[in-house]
């Protein structure tokens, strides 16, 4: 670590009673310190950037929100405050807070690790975490904490017993404050109450975070998850993509305990009226003092769906990629619409083919234009569609996705982020549950192109995926799908603007030297935002307004990041070649 990168030093004095140990962690508005007293006791510094501060963080008086909350709470299942101060550093004011140091590590960082907890630790979680919002709620004067996570309860492991201790003030609010000083920008949506993405906060709020939070410890995934990733740059999307997936029934497993599925289920009611009134009942009923009587939906086995996407332009519809698209062409749609051609020159029908490359690259459009372009039925699979808490219900689930390509043959099964769904079972992380459903995965895949169904597997992270995925008869195709050249840019400028009102002549070559290194994502964000620009002024959109949203948006994925898929790429060719010994048909590794 490099010191200048962060606002403190290591030595560094701090008010003549701190010592800074080392840095921490770094937040939109605050770095977190390791510090040291003048006793020599370990002690934790939130540096707090003046600046950077949302309105919605200081109160009536100027003071810092989160620091005056801090002062006034004091329970055993809460982190300490000790200490707060001022420092002025280069011209620019700070605020600091000093806190107990516990000895321990976040929920989240222990679930990386043990993936999911056994009913009894779940439990002792909770109640520890409702233990101290009982405490914030019955107040003189209330605190809502609206932040409760796995990534803000700490386990203190300094005594005999693990104590879960609520850390991260920095979204708390006094219940009598209004709603418009409540801040939802940075909130995870998975423990956000249906009332929280109005702004609308209350005791109930954080009675739903503990439901999703007692959920994501048995289960390994928060509730209703949706995968996030193609939602980033709108979070009104995200919103309404989470809202709509609540509309769903809750999933459980039929071994979980009926009462604890009751409790879940209450504390996740969309609607305020039907979850516990208080975080106390919430407490008795996990207590068994309170009978639930609520049934919630037991976890049935995925029927997998066909995604109608048989009309449509095709390939018409990419710019660019023009040797990728030939070369799919003759490797891989001729090859399954004329199998007894292709057999008279001994070459095997292929099985299927991993596209891999940067987030934002067009992976999930290719392969829709694709199946568009053969006329096979397309099944789009997400690996949370499929994933089941309980290793037999998963593997049923691929099992009934496959049975179902089959009977509905020729099919295309597009895998979304294939490395959470098919992991790499040398890596220690990876529990005995995945291992069994990454077998059975491959077991259903052998051959599968004999019975007409072919694979596209898509990710970001190929490194992860397990190395047997890419063996003959599996996935026969690595392919790279790299960041748009300067020919694919200036079509999809073309693409995405001929039927927008812009002005005359305008030169997308223009356009597409300005946006090196934006991935396909991007571009398509940059008309999107210069067409917001000319309809807010209400004018075409021209040269100007574009160079002038492109100068403002930068590429959405690291140059470092992007360079790095090079190295990944000469070692995926190189994986290819080495697990496939048949003969083959397609990109040649030089």
Known sequence: MIDKQYIL???????????????????????????????GKTKLLKLFAYSKLDRTQFNDNGDILEIEILKQIKHPNLVKYCDKGELLLEKQKYAFVILDFISGETLADKMKREQTFNPYDAKDIVSGVLNGLNYLHNLEKPIIHNDITNLNIMTDLSGNVEIPKIIDFGYARYLSQSNKDFLKDGLNPFYQANENFNKVFSVQSDVFSVGALYYHLLFGLPPWFVEISKYKSDKIKLEDAVLEERKKPLKFAKNIDEQIQNIISKALQP????RFKNIKEFIQAINGELEIKQIASSEEPIMPKLKNIKSGQGFKAIAGMQELKETIQLDVIDALNDKEKYAEYGLTIPNGMLLYGPPGCGKTFFAERMAEEIGFNFYQIKPSDIQSKFVNQSQENIKNLFDKARENAPSIIFIDELDALVPNRDNSSVNHMNTSAVNEFLAQMNNCGDDGVFIIGATNRPNSIDPAILRAGRLDKVIYLPPPDFEARELMFKLYLEKRPREVGLD??????????????????????????????KSRISKEILLETINSNRPSIPLKELNSYVAIKTKMEGLAKNTNDRPTIGFKNN
């Open 271 to 274: 609607n305020t009226e039907n």
């Open 508 to 537: 997308y070559s223009v356009l597409a030297k300005a946006t090196e290194n934006y991935v396909s994502s991007d571009i398509k964000f940059l008309c999107d935002e210069a067409s917001r620009k000319a309809l807010k002024i």
């Open 9 to 39: 030093s290591k030595g560094q004095r701090i008010a003549n009673k701190y010592t800074v140990s080392f840095f921490l962690k770094k937040g939109n508005y605050a770095e977190t310190y390791r510090v040291k007293d003048q006793g």
